[in-house]
C-alpha cells in the first residue's frame, strides 16, 4: 500500500493490525521469559509431573514476574 495514496480510514485499519501484531509478539516473548526463568528457578529434577513444591514454586514464580513488569509499566506511564 502506497502511504500517499491510503486514505485514513486505511492508514488507521494498517497501524491497528501493526500495533495488534506487536502486541502479540509481545506477549509471546513474555511468556517465553516466564516459562524459561521459573522453569530454570522451580524445577530441579524434570519429569513427568510436578511435584507439589514445583507447581506453588512456578504460581509464585510467574506471580511475582507479571506483579513486576506491571509496575514496571506503571512506572513508565507515568514518566510519559
Given at each position: 500500500?502506497?502511504?500517499s495514496?491510503?486514505?485514513?480510514r486505511?492508514?488507521e485499519?494498517?497501524f491497528?493490525a501493526?500495533?495488534?501484531?506487536a502486541?502479540d ?15 530454570a528457578k522451580?524445577?530441579?529434577k524434570p519429569?513427568s509431573s510436578l511435584?507439589?513444591g ?7 514464580c510467574?506471580d511475582?514476574?507479571?506483579?513486576a ?7 513508565l506511564e507515568t514518566?510519559?
Amino acid at each position: 500500500m502506497n502511504p500517499s495514496l491510503a486514505t485514513p480510514r486505511d492508514r488507521e485499519e494498517f497501524f491497528r493490525a501493526a500495533r495488534a501484531e506487536a502486541s502479540d509478539q509481545l506477549l509471546q516473548e513474555l511468556i517465553q521469559t516466564v516459562a524459561d526463568k521459573c522453569f530454570a528457578k522451580c524445577i530441579t529434577k524434570p519429569g513427568s509431573s510436578l511435584t507439589g513444591g514445583e507447581s506453588a514454586c512456578l504460581a509464585k514464580c510467574m506471580d511475582r514476574f507479571l506483579e513486576a513488569r506491571t509496575l514496571v509499566v506503571k512506572a513508565l506511564e507515568t514518566q510519559q
